[in-house]
């Protein structure tokens, strides 16, 4: 199947600092890649739609000056988090759409672990 | 936004006990996937059942959807130590290019 990597897979930083995590689909163009945040024992919860060549589409209440999302090819996709804090600790996994329309597939990145001192 | 709810929150059972998670949703699906991760780890994806779909058996895995109901079972048999994991349901809407929707969860445990 379809491959997606992500990187780093994980990170330290600390606070008041930019940590860039990128997704990239290895074998396939994706033109819609989504971006998920997991925090301990909780389930995934989509941040942003990524789009390349336009801006991504945020869910409700993700800041989106906070969490840059850049899609600038069709195999890679950026997400930002500016000055990260604390409370920006969590699992960020990002997925990318193979195909479209009902046939489409979303393959998952193995996942960031961001912890921010 | 968040849809899926899954049953129970958590499941303790015995090596080579069945375990049955359910999971049920809000709107209407064009599939219904199931995934399995490692504490700490990525996703694993078990298996997909599309809306025209009412059963779907891979290996020990068997998977039920009822969309009248707007629900689903994933049935583990023959559990073992290694299917100790959370499983996650996600809802795939009808339209293309939606996200993935998931549910909060099933934690289980399978006692060697």
């Known amino acids: 199947g379809a491959v997606v990597s992500q990187h780093p897979s994980r990170v330290i930083c600390k606070s008041g600092t930019s940590v860039k995590i990128e997704c990239r689909s290895l074998?396939?163009?994706?033109?819609?890649m989504f971006w998920y945040r997991q925090f301990p024992k909780q389930s995934l919860m989509l941040m942003a739609t990524?789009?390349?060549?336009?801006?991504?589409?945020?869910e409700q209440g993700v800041e989106k000056d906070k969490f840059l999302i850049n899609h600038a090819s069709l195999t890679l996709s950026t997400l930002t988090v500016t000055s990260a804090h604390p409370e920006d600790s969590s699992f960020y996994i990002c997925?990318?759409?193979?195909?479209?329309?009902?046939?489409?597939?979303?393959?998952f990145g193995p996942g960031t672990r961001l912890t921010v001192l | 936004s968040q849809q899926g709810e899954e049953d129970p929150q958590a499941l303790s059972i015995q090596e080579g006990e069945n375990a049955t998670m359910n999971c049920s949703y809000k709107?209407?699906?064009?599939?219904l996937q199931w995934y399995r991760q490692n504490s700490g780890r990525g996703l694993v994806h078990l298996i997909l059942?599309?809306?025209?779909?009412r059963e779907k058996h891979s290996g020990r895995l068997r998977v039920t959807l009822d969309t009248s109901k707007k629900s689903s079972s994933l049935l583990i048999t023959a559990s073992r130590a290694a299917d100790t994991a959370s499983y996650f349901c996600a809802t795939a809407r009808n339209s293309g290019n939606t996200p993935l929707v998931f549910g909060k969860g099933t934690r289980l445990s399978v006692i060697a």
């Open positions: 074998d396939f163009q994706a033109t819609t």
């Open positions: 990524s789009n390349e060549g336009s801006k991504a589409t945020y």
């Open positions: 059942i599309r809306s025209n779909e």
């Open positions: 997925s990318a759409l193979e195909g479209g329309g009902g046939t489409a597939t979303q393959y």
């Open positions: 709107t209407s699906i064009n599939n």
